[in-house]
């Protein structure tokens, strides 16, 4: 674990309290150059108007502040998109024991040799453009396969699956399947409270069969696909609500502490990583039944 050497006139993170959080998430910029549908850092009930009133050097004190008051020991930087902000989260890296990045691909895929980069693309080209912007999948896929295969980074990339790019999975797979990446994962729709996008799944028996199109694409590539068949089990409409409770009661991501950037450029907290208003019987976050999986398993979500 690294130390930042800032000195700077900083101010004091916002008070949340004397929790031990191990794992927490920063969106490092509200700034974001797509604008997905599905996105729900910018749905109305979250903290996402400043930009980016935080500056670098109290970005990093805070950070370390916040690292040694609450135990955190992984961070995951997301944004918007956090590649805007590339040489703060660079830096800040190395202040946890492990750091993951969450990116759109846009800019380059960052080197972070022994860290996790997540790369986003929903679906194989026509459909990722028609969700992500013209051009992109290109642009992404060339970022791919510029960077240096051997350097270290576990770059997986992330497909989030919606009623409307389900059909997109296999041939998202057959595209991507030869590409220098670590490998290829699946999340699913969080809606919000409410929610009338018409991208989520109004009866759950619907989203089974997609469920059900994953298992199949794990089983056809098992090395290519990282997903966990027992996860995607709980996922299912007779298990997924003893995992997510009706309101994240039982939820393992509610044991992290997300950091959005709220008013007057300070840290706020939300109700979980997904932001507020997120309806928990829906949740289709692959991570909360991963978790809940390996922790009913006695195994770590690594191995
Ligand atoms: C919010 S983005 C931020 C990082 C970066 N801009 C990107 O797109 O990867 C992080 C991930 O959350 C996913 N995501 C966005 N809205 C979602 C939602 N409502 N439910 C589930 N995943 C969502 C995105 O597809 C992306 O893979
Ligand atoms: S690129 Fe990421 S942050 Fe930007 S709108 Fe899309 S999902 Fe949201
Ligand atoms: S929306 Fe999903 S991740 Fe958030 S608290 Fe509910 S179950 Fe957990």
């Known amino acids: 674990m690294g130390s930042s ?121 026509e459909m990722n453009d028609r969700i992500r912007g013209e051009g992109v999948f290109d642009r992404v896929k060339k970022s791919v396969f510029e960077r240096d295969a051997d350097d270290g980074t576990t770059v997986i990339l992330q497909m989030t699956l919606t009623r409307l790019n389900a059909d997109g999975i296999e041939p998202f797979v057959e595209e991507v399947k030869d590409w220098p990446v670590t490998g290829i994962a699946f999340t699913f729709y969080v809606p919000s409270l409410g929610d009338e996008t018409g991208l989520g799944w109004e009866d759950l028996r619907e989203r089974d069969l997609v469920v059900d199109r994953v298992m199949g694409v794990k089983r056809r590539f098992p090395e290519r696909v990282k997903a966990n068949i027992g996860a995607l089990k709980l996922m299912k409409s007779g298990r997924c609500m003893e995992v997510t409770g009706e309101h994240g009661e039982t939820c393992g991501l509610r044991q992290m502490l997300p950091l959005y950037m709220g008013e007057g450029g300070n840290f706020e907290r939300t109700f979980c990583c997904y932001g507020n208003n997120v309806d928990c019987t829906r949740c289709g976050a692959y991570a909360v039944f991963n978790g809940a999986y390996h922790r009913a398993a006695g195994t770590t979500e690594e191995g």
Not at 52 to 57: C, G, L, P, V
Not at 58 to 80: N, P, V, Y
Not at 90 to 113: D, H, Q
């Open 5 to 125: 050497t800032q000195t700077g006139a900083t101010r004091e993170p916002t008070d949340f309290g004397e929790r031990v959080f191990r794992g927490a998430l920063v969106n490092v910029t509200n700034v974001c150059n797509l604008s997905c549908a599905h996105c729900f850092v910018f749905r109305a009930d979250n903290p996402n108007r400043p930009k980016d009133k935080m500056d670098d050097a109290t970005m990093l004190a805070q950070l370390e502040q916040l690292r040694d008051k609450h135990g955190i020991r992984s961070m995951l930087f997301m944004g918007g998109e956090p590649m805007v902000r590339r040489d703060l989260v660079l830096r800040a890296m190395p202040l946890f024991e492990r750091s993951s990045i969450v990116t759109n691909g846009t800019y380059g895929i960052p080197s972070a040799p022994g860290h996790l980069v997540t790369v986003s693309l929903d679906g194989p080209r």
